[in-house]
T-cell receptor, first 114, second 112 residues
Framework: DGGITQSPKYLFRKEGQNVTLSCEQNLNHDAMYWYRQDPGQGLRLIYYSQIVNDFQKGDIAEGYSVSREKKESFPLTVTSAQKNPTAFYLC?????????????FGPGTRLTVL | KQEVTQIPAALSVPEGENLVLNCSFTDSAIYNLQWFRQDPGKGLTSLLLIQSSQREQTSGRLNASLDKSSGRSTLYIAASQPGDSATYLCAVLTGANSKLTFGKGITLSVRP
């Protein structure tokens, strides 16, 4: 059963804490992405990775960090430096380089800061 | 910087109506344009992808068109059903790094 999984579905964080969101894919895709979605807003790109052990900042990388130690995994850490982290976080993956390739999305993690 | 606009933000129609959702983008140098569906609290599902060399794509009751030179796309939904109620997002792929730029989406409600 191929696809993208994200865990947990809901996450609560106290101010000052770092939290890590999990994203795993078994589609054998090279590229993986993290997006943030706020109410009434489109998706904004946080980080992306096209190959293991390499990643690039997106439009809103401040206060976030990622790693890509394995092809199938791309965890996102929301650090205490992120001042307004409450949002819906979506992970996606895609084959690399083709203009006809879409991105496949996970079910999302809703993060709430208490 | 690429910007994608979807207007209106919300739309309510009676069941059975044919409808058109609009999307515009500022930079015509795109690789493709995609329409996604998002149900409340869920991830995105790809509906249609139109490559830059294509004019339209069809899937069932959905038809998407692309006019790259004018920076516009439309998603046509025929014979709308309550199950079509969702948010529809338009996104364009630009640049060598497969970067998608999203619109804010149109929340569609189809009334029985």
């Amino acid at each position: 059963d191929g696809g993208i999984t994200q865990s947990p579905k809901y996450l609560f964080r106290k101010e000052g804490q770092n939290v890590t969101l999990s994203c795993e894919q078994n589609l054998n895709h090279d590229a993986m992405y993290w997006y943030r979605q706020d109410p009434g807003q489109g998706l904004r790109l946080i980080y992306y990775s096209q190959i293991v052990n390499d990643f690039q900042k997106g439009d809103i990388a401040e206060g976030y960090s990622v790693s890509r130690e394995k092809k199938e995994s791309f965890p996102l850490t929301v650090t205490s430096a992120q001042k307004n982290p409450t949002a819906f976080y979506l992970c996606a993956s895609s084959p690399l380089g083709g203009s006809g390739d879409t991105q496949y999305f996970g079910p999302g993690t809703r993060l709430t800061v208490l | 910087k690429q910007e994608v606009t979807q207007i209106p933000a919300a739309l309510s129609v009676p069941e059975g109506e044919n409808l058109v959702l609009n999307c515009s983008f500022t930079d015509s140098a795109i690789y493709n344009l995609q329409w996604f569906r998002q149900d409340p609290g869920k991830g995105l599902t790809s509906l249609l992808l139109i490559q830059s060399s294509q004019r339209e794509q069809t899937s069932g009751r959905l038809n998407a068109s692309l006019d790259k030179s004018s920076g516009r796309s439309t998603l046509y939904i025929a014979a709308s059903q309550p199950g079509d109620s969702a948010t529809y997002l338009c996104a364009v792929l630009t640049g060598a790094n497969s970067k998608l730029t999203f619109g804010k989406g149109i929340t569609l409600s189809v009334r029985p």
